[in-house]
């Protein structure tokens, strides 16, 4: 299974009134495990970032000045997440300035070059409603480290964002009970909330193994002078 976790960093939050987007931050997983076979881009957006846009990501006009234009990095990027799941935190607000790059191009919308896209921030509201569920948030609740992220980066964020996807899906493949340590404790919350558990995986003994736990029984039937209460719980 490939999946791609996939964020952007943009002029604004419009991509109908012409924001564009300036950085684009791609990481691989195949069957859950991180490959290091990654993409990275910064984009050209001909335009400037509007202020608010430009202290959430820090990208000046002038250090995208001399980068490519989305058009000369769009085959690569499809080519990349051709097939692939993709995985992304909000991603009305990714894909929409995606399908508004790629219809410039008169390029099919994101979702017709991929199998399928998941939400992490919709499975986060799912498990958590109620609760602040943004990236920063998930890192905290499932104990990612990201005090190295002063600015917000697409590819930094795509990276931790596949921690918090791997954190919050873990119980598919995993015995790890995930509790929940309720942010507003002592004001009526319901208190932790355990994970789920994937199919437990059971390891038969060996016949060396069983005679040797038979052993063990007889020597405990012995000292009771009669059956030991490990017998009469396995005949019931």
Known sequence: MRQIVLDTETTGLNPR???RIIEIGCVEMINRRLTGNNLHFYINPERDSE???LAVHGLTTEFLSDKPKFVEV???LLDYLNGAEIIIHNAPFDIGFLDAEFARLGVAPFNEHVAEVIDTLVQAKSMYPGKRN???ALCDRYGISNSHR????????AELLAE???AM????????IDLEVEENAGQGDAGPIAGALAEVLVMHASEEE?????????????????SCIWRTLTAN
């Open 17 to 19: 009134s012409g924001d």
């Open 51 to 53: 202020e608010g846009a």
């Open 74 to 76: 769009s085959a690569e």
């Open 134 to 136: 943004s990236l920063d």
């Open 150 to 157: 002063v600015l917000h980066g697409a590819l930094l964020d």
């Open 164 to 166: 918090v996807y791997l």
């Open 169 to 176: 899906t873990r119980g598919q493949n995993s015995l790890t």
């Open 210 to 226: 069983v005679a040797a736990h038979e052993l063990v029984m007889n020597s405990l039937d012995k000292e009771v002078r009669g």
